[in-house]
């Protein structure tokens, strides 16, 4: 999963959350496409799913505390597109565990979540960049 | 109505394409027939203002090409990840098309993306706006099905 230039909003600690969220993305996916047998990599493959998981929440909040800090105007829009994706990444992995390790639901989870992180960040987060530039407020984070 | 909305969704498709593809160089036509021949049929359905269902077709070979885009990885067979990274295209657009609507007062939800099978489409159902079209792009082509009533 590639990071492009574009993707930076110009808010130094969002820009290097974002990288390193398609860091873990990227570590994720490579595991989860291997070719080895499932047996053998849904230990890497939960891993990487928990460490991954750990740092959408962690990324989450910090972008809506800096959101709120410089008065982001679709702050209350944006934090519900947070929490939509977030019950949809908790609702996933409980499921996913409860049934065992299923391989299947979470490639399905992984194809989903490249997509939607993509588009949010290309899209709906330059709002943050370009409305900090333009009250030129808090772009060092 | 119909060519506003063909026009959106054409336009809804470029700027998302553009956006997560960087697929700059996009040219449509409209089609009467939809060769489905090796393709992955997403339907998203709408409800609220128009009511209907729009059927992406995403050929394998364009939707292994997408998904080798968006990862970065080698993809050769589509297989749940990549229908699932494609379907969530299909809700991205469908997403920016209501947007769009909303600004000249249409206003519609849209359902999860699901499975479509053309074999069970009898063709019975009538809509006011029926209109196809096939977008071509580098990384291979794809078909829009609009099959869309305003509410009664």
């Known amino acids: ?141 | 109505m119909a060519d506003n909305l063909y026009s959106t969704f054409l336009l809804a498709t470029k700027n998302v394409f553009e956006l997560m593809l960087d697929l700059a160089d996009i040219t449509d036509k409209p089609v009467d027939d939809i060769n489905t021949e090796g393709m992955y049929d997403i339907s998203i359905g709408v409800t609220g203002d128009l009511q209907g269902e729009v059927i992406y077709c995403f050929p394998y070979d364009t939707s292994i090409n997408i998904v080798k885009i968006m990862s970065g990885m080698e993809i050769d067979t589509v297989d749940d990840f990549v229908v699932s990274a494609v379907s969530e295209i299909a809700n991205i657009i469908s997403g920016n098309v209501l947007t769009m609507l909303s600004e000249d007062d249409i206003k519609c939800d849209i359902q999860p993306p699901k499975p479509y099978d053309r074999k069970n489409d009898s063709g019975s159902e009538k809509y006011s706006v029926h209109t196809a079209s096939n977008i071509e792009t580098s990384a291979g082509h794809i078909y829009i099905d609009i099959r869309l009533n305003p509410a009664k």
Request: glycine residues 6%; aromatic residues 12%.
């Open chain 1, 1 to 141: 999963m590639l990071w492009k230039e574009k993707y930076e909003l110009g808010v130094e600690q969002v820009d290097n959350q974002h990288r390193e969220l398609f860091r873990r993305v990227d570590t994720f996916l490579h595991t989860l496409r291997s070719s080895t047998s499932w047996d053998e990599r849904v230990r890497k493959v939960n891993e990487t799913l928990d460490f991954m998981n750990g740092y959408v929440i962690e990324h989450f909040r910090d972008e809506e505390e800096y959101q709120k800090k410089i008065g982001y105007p679709r702050y209350e829009e944006h934090k519900k597109i947070h929490a939509d994706m977030l019950n949809y990444v908790v609702h996933v992995t409980k499921e996913y565990k409860d049934k065992g390790y299923n391989e299947q639901l979470i490639q399905q989870f992984a194809g989903r979540l490249l997509a939607w992180l993509i588009n949010h960040v290309a899209a709906e987060d330059q709002l943050i960049g370009v409305y900090a530039k333009e009250k030129g407020v808090g772009t060092n984070g």
